[in-house]
């Protein structure tokens, strides 16, 4: 079982000056979160927190590798991520997320980073992910190419066209006429 207690950092007992603190995240950590986009990965983060007499900066470095589904052939693959991301907190009266300021209630003092760090991952991952040319299923990659949607509209194509679509072929011919 994958414990989150590490990633709440008790702002108070931080001291002036940066204190550097480490996560490596495994599928575990995916699992404890709940995570809805991402369920496998090997990633370290590196948090730097200056504290000031006001304010704390959170500086966030993650590097590592995730596991999402090619969008062409729906097989697993390897996503590289890189990152750096930052936020600032401050005490206040009330628990607060304004843009990247975030306010902690000076009670309790903590801040819970863990699903902070997730969006950090999910926003380092492209819209569009695809394996390299080549690296694509085959099976799958033929599949797609029979039923490509990519053919000729102008009645030279070598394929058969399916009967269901030859009246809206004779709507499209009626409309340019």
Known sequence: M????????????????ITTLNFDLGNAYFEAIDAPLTSKGNLNVELAIGRTSDFFELNFHTEGVITVQCDRCLDDMEQCINTDNRLVAKFGDEYSEDDDLITVPEDEGLIDVAWFIYEFIEL????????????????????????SATRSSDGNSKKPVDPRWSKLEKLKTKIKD
């Open 124 to 147: 380092d991952v492209p819209i569009k992910h695809v394996h390299a040319p080549g690296k694509c299923n085959p099976a799958m990659i033929e599949m797609l190419n029979e039923h």
């Open 2 to 17: 994958f414990s989150l207690e590490p990633f709440k950092i008790d702002l108070n007992g931080l001291k002036e000056g």
